[in-house]
């Protein structure tokens, strides 16, 4: 359930009313909350039921969406944290050392924070050790890094990794 469609009945009023002042009838206010509570997932709506009026419902929605949207920035913050200061151990392998960096990005997108390929390429590119370098650098001088996939990089580091 939306807002527009406790708009759509008539019984927004009683959600945000535009008099603070206003008196709001118990039916209308009793048919809001209804439809909030239509609208809610199990474990939301446990949370809001001891709220009486639609008016509180709405408010403790907000608040609990904002807490939820604060802990998702926060979680994002950490998260390019980790991905920023991650570095290719010499003696760690580059399946294992890409699965951390592949969780880290995909952690960030399911936050809704847009990773851009490129992004990802870069950082692989820096974070390798120095066994590396010469595909790096051929990578880096030869490839467009701004079109190239994290999956192509990688290939391109399996190859010279087996041939050393």
Not at 10 to 16: D, H, L, P, R, S
Not at 133 to 159: N, W, Y
Request: charged share 30%; proline share 2%.
């Amino acid at each position: 359930m939306s807002a527009t469609d406790v708009k759509g009945k008539g019984v927004w009023g009683a959600v945000k009313p535009s008099d603070e002042k206003a008196v709001i009838e118990d039916k209308v206010d009793k048919i809001a909350l209804a439809m909030l509570y239509q609208g809610l997932p199990e474990e939301l709506l446990l949370t809001i039921a001891e709220k009486s009026t639609a008016k509180g419902a709405w408010d403790a929605l907000k608040t609990m969406c904002h807490g939820a949207d604060r802990f998702k920035k926060a979680k994002v913050q950490t998260l390019k944290s980790e991905f920023e200061s991650l570095n290719m151990r010499a003696n760690e392998q580059l399946d294992e050392f890409c699965l951390k960096l592949n969780s880290l990005v995909s952690n960030m997108r399911a936050l809704g924070e847009e990773v851009k390929e490129s992004y990802v390429v870069k950082k692989l590119l820096r974070a390798v050790p120095y066994k590396f370098l010469q595909i790096v650098s051929t990578l880096e001088q030869f490839g467009d890094l701004e079109t190239l996939f994290v999956e192509e990089v990688v290939g391109s580091l399996k190859a010279h990794e087996e041939r050393m």
